[in-house]
């Protein structure tokens, strides 16, 4: 599975971050998601339903949480410390395992603001060491599964005869 941050990654951050935008009906400005939960890469070419279904063979629910600045700084600082997840909406700059500098949506972090987060079940309980229910003020969960959401996301780009796109353009960047 994957290591470390790249196009795919970026685009199935950004795809939790569209989905769960609508399920809340919130702008989203981070997105946290787990290297580990993507098996496999992308295909080129046209992507089957077996890809999909083997890029994500957890059953992994898409969750909005509400996090007060200093709480995200925290996990921010844990993943410095241990190894930084797939990230969206942020920029991350870390040297010698202490954050040097966090952008949320291009703005510096600011401890007292609440940020709405989109992330994963699997990362609310410790799972890759988050625990990121302790961190939240607000969590809602859906009954929708990571995999059919960047399905939903495939078929409408499909409808739209447009190509997934992606940039490998780092959200973290280590010193």
Request: with cysteine; net charge negative; aromatic share 6%.
């Amino acid at each position: 599975h994957m290591k470390t941050e790249g196009s795919l990654s970026n685009w199935i951050v950004d795809v939790v971050m569209d989905k769960v935008s609508e399920l809340s009906g919130k702008k989203i400005d981070v997105g946290i998601c787990n290297f580990g939960g993507i098996r496999k890469a992308m295909p080129k070419g046209d992507v089957l339903l077996d890809d999909i279904q083997s890029m994500f063979p957890f059953k992994n629910y898409l969750v909005h949480l509400e996090v007060k600045g200093n709480e995200l700084r925290k996990v921010f600082q844990s993943m410095a410390q241990t190894r930084f997840q797939a990230v969206g909406g942020v920029k991350v700059e870390v040297v010698d395992r202490k954050l040097n500098s966090v952008l949320v949506g291009g703005e510096p972090l600011d401890d007292e603001k609440v940020y709405n987060v989109a992330t994963i079940s699997f990362l609310l309980t410790g799972g890759d060491g988050l625990k990121l229910e302790d961190n939240a003020m607000k969590i809602n969960s859906y009954d929708v599964m990571i995999m059919d959401a960047v399905l939903e996301y495939i078929e409408n780009l499909t409808k739209e005869g447009k190509a997934i796109t992606s940039t490998d353009e780092p959200h973290v960047i280590i010193r």
